[in-house]
C-alpha cells in the first residue's frame, strides 16, 4: 500500500442530451464500491443540453440522496472539454476520473485503475481498450485504426511515451496535479492536450490498464466525428510537438 492512500474520488461526468442513459450510468456508479472504503464524489457538468438531461439529473439526485451528486451547468453549449474544465475546477476527491454518461465505459472497472496508485506504483492511470482480456464491442474500423494507429501513434512521437489508447475517456489524475495545467481546448481536443501537458509534468509516473469497452453507434448517440479527428491531430502537434502552453 502506498503511504499515502487517497479517502474520496471525484467523477467527472459532461452531459449533453443524455436524458435516456444518464440514469443507468449514475445506477452502475452508485452501485459500484470502491476499495479501500474510497468516497464517491459525482460532478455532473450539463453542457446546456436541449433535451431532458437537466430534469433526469435533478430526479435522480432527489431519489438517491445517498449518491454524492453536485450538479453544475453552463448557460451556453461550449464542449465537451469546457464541461471537464469545470468539473475539474470543481473536484474535491485527492483523484479524480473522467466518466462519459453514456454505457460506453464501465464504473466497475474504477478500482482497476485505482489500483496502481493504491500500491505505490503511478500518479496517473490511462485505461487501455486495447490491452487485456476485457470485453470490447466490435464496431468501426476505421475509428480502431485512427485512434491506434494514427492518434495515439503520433501522440507517443510528442510525448515519448508508449499508450496504447491516448483517446480513452478513462484517465485517472491526482487532482491537484491536473487543475494546475492549463487546459483550453474545449471540445474532443481535451484527450491530446491534457495528454501531451501531463508528460510533461517532472517525475510524473503513468500507468495503462486494460478496460472494457461497449461502444455506441451514431444510431445510438455517439457524438465524435471525423472533424474531432483533424482537431485532435491539429492538437498533438500544437501541444505535443510545439510544446504549447
Known amino acids: 500500500m502506498t503511504s499515502n492512500p487517497f479517502t474520496k474520488l471525484s467523477i467527472i461526468i459532461p452531459a449533453y442530451n443524455e436524458a435516456r442513459t444518464v440514469h443507468f450510468i449514475l445506477n452502475k456508479i452508485k452501485d459500484v464500491k470502491l476499495n479501500h472504503n474510497i468516497e464517491k464524489e459525482v460532478i455532473i457538468v450539463n453542457d446546456f443540453s436541449t433535451d431532458g438531461t437537466e430534469e433526469a439529473i435533478l430526479n435522480y439526485k432527489a431519489n438517491n440522496p445517498e449518491l454524492n451528486i453536485r450538479y453544475l451547468k453552463h448557460e451556453v453549449n461550449k464542449g465537451k472539454g469546457a464541461a471537464l474544465h469545470t468539473g475539474i475546477k470543481h473536484a474535491t476527491g485527492e483523484y479524480l476520473i473522467v466518466q462519459d454518461a453514456d454505457l460506453e465505459y464501465d464504473p466497475e472497472e474504477y478500482n482497476i485503475l485505482i489500483q496502481p496508485i493504491w500500491d505505490g506504483h503511478a500518479d496517473v492511470v490511462f485505461g487501455s481498450r486495447f490491452i487485456g482480456g476485457k470485453p470490447h464491442r466490435i464496431l468501426f474500423f476505421w475509428h480502431t485504426i485512427g485512434n491506434k494507429f494514427v492518434l495515439t501513434f503520433l501522440s507517443n512521437m510528442a510525448t515519448n511515451l508508449n499508450l496504447t489508447d491516448m483517446e480513452t475517456c478513462y484517465k485517472l489524475f491526482k487532482t491537484d496535479t491536473i487543475q494546475q495545467l492549463n487546459l483550453t481546448e474545449t ?57 504549447a502552453k
Open 187 to 243: 471540445r474532443f481536443g481535451f484527450e491530446p492536450e491534457v495528454t501531451a501537458k501531463i508528460a510533461r509534468v517532472p517525475g510524473l509516473r503513468i500507468y495503462e490498464v486494460g478496460i472494457s469497452y461497449y461502444g455506441r453507434t451514431y444510431a445510438e448517440g455517439k457524438k465524435i466525428n471525423w472533424k474531432d479527428g483533424v482537431r485532435a491531430i491539429y492538437c498533438i502537434f500544437k501541444y505535443g510537438f510545439f510544446n
